[in-house]
């Protein structure tokens, strides 16, 4: 294995289609820094293939036999947490892309996107970050207001020692800011063009963020502004 080899991005590809396997496969394959090291027609498959491979990005479809991709990446994620998924599905209802987020999936993207916006997922989850249109982030907020209202946020969420998780001076101006960009879904490519920073710079933000908010990802950013108003 060449120096370059280890530094690809290691995809395994999740359809019960064959001629979309096939697609990706191809699109991936012409990139220098991809390289699609399996692919599997259902759930089940790709749990295994998961553990054998150890992927770095898992592209997920939704609705398939046997084992369905929310299932799927819920044991995916589980054993291997260091795997990103990118959800890449057809459906986009709010039940759908809620259970796929708190499944564990980093990344949702519907198949009418664009193959740059794909490209960018895969680099972008490779790099730690989340993965979600504005659309798809509106979804899952409304979700977590959903359970907000009804008493009844996340684990993680819940966790939060009270009063402390976004008093007064927790954040800054800068961060406010940056924040409320994360929870539109907003990459931190993204948000270095929106505020006029270096990508590098955003991602010591982001860090810093999570550290004062006690957040472990990005999802778990958004439930915390959310339930507080931000």
Known sequence: MTPADRTRIRVLIVDDQALIRRGMSLMLSLEADMEVVGEAADGVEAVALAA???????????????????????????VRPE??????????????????????????????????????AVRGLHRGESSLTPAIARKVLD????????????????????????????????????LRLIAAGKTNRQIADAVFLAEGTVKNYVSRIMEKLHAATRTELVAIALRHRR
Do not use: H, W
Not at 53 to 59: E, G, S
Not at 101 to 107: P, Y
Not at 144 to 162: H, M, R, V, Y
């Open 83 to 120: 795997t990103q998924v990118l959800v890449l599905t057809t459906f986009d209802t709010d039940d759908l892309v809620f259970d796929a987020v708190r499944a564990g999936a980093r990344g949702y993207l519907l198949k009418d996107a664009a193959e740059a916006e794909v490209l960018e």
């Open 52 to 78: 054998r491979l150890r992927p770095d990005v898992v592209m997920m479809d939704l609705n398939m036999p046997r084992l369905g991709g929310v299932a799927a990446t819920r044991e995916i994620t589980l």
């Open 143 to 178: 979700q977590f207001g959903l359970l907000a209202q009804a008493g009844a946020l996340s684990a993680a969420t819940e966790a939060q020692p009270a009063g402390t998780a976004l008093d007064a001076d927790a954040l800054n101006a800068r961060e406010e800011g940056i």
